[in-house]
Every structure is written in structure tokens, then in C-alpha cells.
């Protein structure tokens, strides 16, 4: 059985960072209010006038993520970026990000699925690779959530932060790589979650930020139970699924929304805290971008050993949610110190 297995990781944040200090002049709350009620301390803020849009920083993640799989650009067959803050309408941030890094063999596009789109793309890249349609894939999660956010409402503004993460993926038939996928929606809720086109406002102090002429939106109380339960409903699936127990999961990677979320989400199917990763003390809800972060830093501190359990969870508008199980492993090379890319059998790049 062909799978396909994560051979590279990477991130890129910006270099601006928002701390809760300095939202205290910006917006009614405090420091304290912020850590109890979400864990996030600061959150990084990408400058229009650097090289941070969002093709930028997904260039960054893909290029970190590509060195350490040792793979070249050219040999990449399919490109998917999940993202709801692209720099165009159109083309694609996939694209973009196709002629930047000089993926001249891939096709590219993106998903537009919230919070979810990193783990939509991982399942469409998954699902190329077991079919024998895409030998080697790049997946990323790239936004710029600092561009739609309005800095007069606190309930979101001091939730939100820029990043992007990246994994590069090839076939496997060793028995790692991506075990399972688990994708759901539900429309029925998307006004709890959503942009709308109407003007922010940017304080003085942020003048870095390129602001988009829409806003994001939420009901964060109703959204906050949908997410516990639709987390917890789809992790608990994905381990029936593939016949695993709670403890069988050395590290679960949850998206980074909300201690509050993460805490309640890891209590009720059974996992304890030091099995779990977060990091959005430090980035805040970076979106799509949120899990391929996670696990380039969790994957980078050697966190994560062949043969490891991995459990990604995700949630975000739409509604939409999933889950992926991931059996961890190291790569396969040739006697050149070079990936091997299979597809049902080993083909040399």
C-alpha cells in the first residue's frame, strides 16, 4: 500500500511582533484579561513594507520546508495553499507561490476551507499520492489575518496573527505517512464565523498592516461550543477509525485558536496537556497556518521520533473541521543522499 508520508517541514512568521501590552492602547482589554481568556501573549503582524504579503510568507515556509526534505522545486507535481487572505482575487496564492519558487512541473490552487485549509490540502495531496496522480506535493497554510481584523473590536482583534507553515509529501510504502483523513462542514452555520465587506479601522500604531476592504466577524460563545464538541466528535473518529486508543497518540496538534478550545478538546477524548502542542502564546490563531507551524517547530525540536503518532485537529468557518492521523518517519534516500519520490514503486528524482 502506497501512503503518503511528510519528508519536510517548515514555517515563516513575520518579523513584527503585537504583544498584549501594546493592544492595551489600542483597545479596551488588558494583558490579563487576554492570557486567562486565550492563552495568547503576542502574535506576529506582517508590514507592507517588507517582503511579508501572503505569497511572501508562504514562499518562506516553502523554501524551509523543501531544504529539509532535500527536494528540489522542479520535482514538486501539485501545489495546494489553504488560505481566506490571498493577495489577489485571482490567480491563486498557489500560483504565486508556484513562480516563486520555481515549481515549473507543478499544478497549483488554492483551498479556501478557514481554520480547516491546511488539513483540505493535506487530504487532496493525500489522496493524489495513493491514487499514483502526484509523486511529491507541497502543502501549505499561509494567511495574513492582521489585514481583515477591526482593531475597534476586542473580542478578535487580539486573536489574530500572520504566519505560514509547509510540509513537503511523498509516497511511502514502508507503513508510515498519513494513515487516515477525516473532512466535514456544515453551512448551516456559517454566519458564526465570516468576512464582511465593510471598512476597518487601522489605529495609527499599525499603519504597517495592508488592510483589506472586509472584515472578519464572530460569535465567539456559540462558535466556542461548536468547536469543543466538532473537534472532539471527529479526533474520537479518527482513532476508531484506525483502531487506536487516546494513549496509542504520542503528540496531537491541534489548531491554535484557544487555550480554552485546545484544553477542553484534550480532556474530553482523553489526552493529556504534555501530549499536546501549542505554541499560540507566542503567534496567536495564524488560521490554515496554525498546524503546519506546530509541527515544524514540534518536528524541528525533535519532539517527534520515527514511528511516532501524530493526531492533527482542526476547526474554522464555514463551518468546517478534520482530522488527520499520521504515522511519523524518517525519509527514504539514495546512495546520493537524495528523497526517494514513490509511487507504488521507488522513482529516483
Known amino acids: 500500500m502506497t501512503r503518503s508520508r511528510i519528508i519536510g517541514t517548515g514555517s515563516f512568521v513575520?518579523?513584527?511582533?503585537?504583544?498584549?501590552?501594546?493592544?492595551?492602547?489600542?483597545?479596551?482589554?488588558?494583558?490579563?484579561?487576554?492570557?486567562?481568556r486565550t492563552g495568547i501573549k503576542e502574535r506576529r503582524i506582517a508590514s507592507k513594507g517588507k517582503r511579508e504579503s501572503t505569497t511572501d510568507l508562504a514562499t518562506q515556509a516553502a523554501e524551509n520546508a523543501l531544504r529539509m526534505a532535500g527536494v528540489n522545486a522542479e520535482d514538486l507535481d501539485?501545489?495546494?495553499?489553504?488560505?481566506?487572505?490571498?493577495?489577489?482575487?485571482?490567480?491563486?496564492?498557489?500560483?504565486?507561490?508556484?513562480?516563486?519558487?520555481?515549481?515549473?512541473?507543478?499544478?497549483?490552487?488554492?483551498?479556501?476551507?478557514?481554520?480547516?485549509?491546511?488539513?483540505?490540502?493535506?487530504?487532496?495531496?493525500?489522496?493524489?499520492i495513493r491514487a499514483g496522480t502526484s509523486r511529491c506535493a507541497l502543502v501549505v497554510g499561509a494567511e495574513r489575518l492582521s489585514t481583515i481584523v477591526n482593531w475597534q473590536d476586542r473580542s478578535t482583534c487580539v486573536l489574530l496573527g500572520d504566519g505560514a507553515g509547509a510540509v513537503v509529501m511523498a509516497g511511502s510504502t514502508n507503513g508510515s505517512g498519513v494513515l487516515s483523513t477525516h473532512l466535514r462542514s456544515d453551512g448551516a452555520f456559517w454566519d458564526l464565523l465570516y468576512a464582511s465587506y465593510e471598512s476597518c479601522y487601522l489605529p495609527e500604531s499599525l499603519a504597517c498592516i495592508d488592510l483589506k476592504p472586509f472584515q472578519l466577524k464572530m460569535e465567539g460563545n456559540r462558535l466556542?461550543?461548536?468547536?469543543?464538541?466538532?473537534?472532539?466528535?471527529?479526533?474520537?473518529?479518527?482513532?476508531?477509525?484506525?483502531?487506536?486508543?487516546?494513549?496509542?497518540?504520542?503528540?496531537?496538534?491541534?489548531?491554535?485558536?484557544?487555550?480554552?478550545?485546545?484544553?477542553?478538546?484534550?480532556?474530553?477524548?482523553?489526552?493529556?496537556?504534555?501530549?499536546?502542542?501549542?505554541?499560540?502564546?507566542?503567534?496567536?490563531?495564524?488560521?490554515?497556518?496554525?498546524?503546519?507551524?506546530?509541527?515544524?517547530?514540534?518536528?524541528?525540536?525533535?519532539?517527534?521520533?520515527?514511528?511516532?503518532?501524530?493526531?492533527?485537529?482542526?476547526?474554522?468557518?464555514?463551518?468546517?473541521?478534520?482530522?488527520?492521523?499520521?504515522?511519523?518517519?524518517?525519509?527514504?534516500?539514495?546512495?546520493?543522499?537524495?528523497?526517494?519520490?514513490?509511487?507504488?514503486?521507488?522513482?529516483?528524482?
Open 14 to 36: 513575520p518579523q513584527r511582533i503585537l504583544s498584549n501590552n501594546e493592544l492595551e492602547r489600542i483597545v479596551e482589554t488588558n494583558d490579563e484579561w487576554i492570557t486567562r
Open 78 to 128: 501539485m501545489i495546494v495553499v489553504g488560505t481566506v487572505t490571498p493577495d489577489r482575487q485571482f490567480p491563486s496564492t498557489g500560483c504565486m507561490l508556484q513562480t516563486a519558487i520555481g515549481a515549473s512541473q507543478a499544478a497549483a490552487f488554492d483551498v479556501s476551507a478557514g481554520c480547516s485549509g491546511f488539513l483540505y490540502g493535506l487530504t487532496m495531496a493525500d489522496n493524489a
Open 224 to 349: 466556542f461550543k461548536r468547536a469543543v464538541n466538532c473537534l472532539s466528535t471527529i479526533a474520537e473518529k479518527a482513532l476508531a477509525e484506525n483502531g487506536l486508543a487516546s494513549s496509542d497518540i504520542h503528540l496531537m496538534i491541534p489548531h491554535q485558536a484557544n487555550i480554552r478550545i485546545i484544553l477542553s478538546m484534550a480532556q474530553t477524548i482523553g489526552i493529556p496537556m504534555e501530549k499536546v502542542y501549542t505554541n499560540l502564546d507566542r503567534y496567536g490563531n495564524t488560521s490554515s497556518a496554525s498546524i503546519p507551524i506546530a509541527l515544524d517547530e514540534a518536528n524541528r525540536a525533535g519532539l517527534i521520533k520515527d514511528g511516532d503518532m501524530l493526531l492533527l485537529v482542526s476547526f474554522g468557518a464555514g463551518l468546517t473541521w478534520g482530522a488527520s492521523i499520521i504515522k511519523w518517519g524518517s525519509h527514504n534516500h539514495n546512495e546520493h543522499g537524495r528523497p526517494l519520490l514513490q509511487s507504488g514503486t521507488d522513482l529516483e528524482i
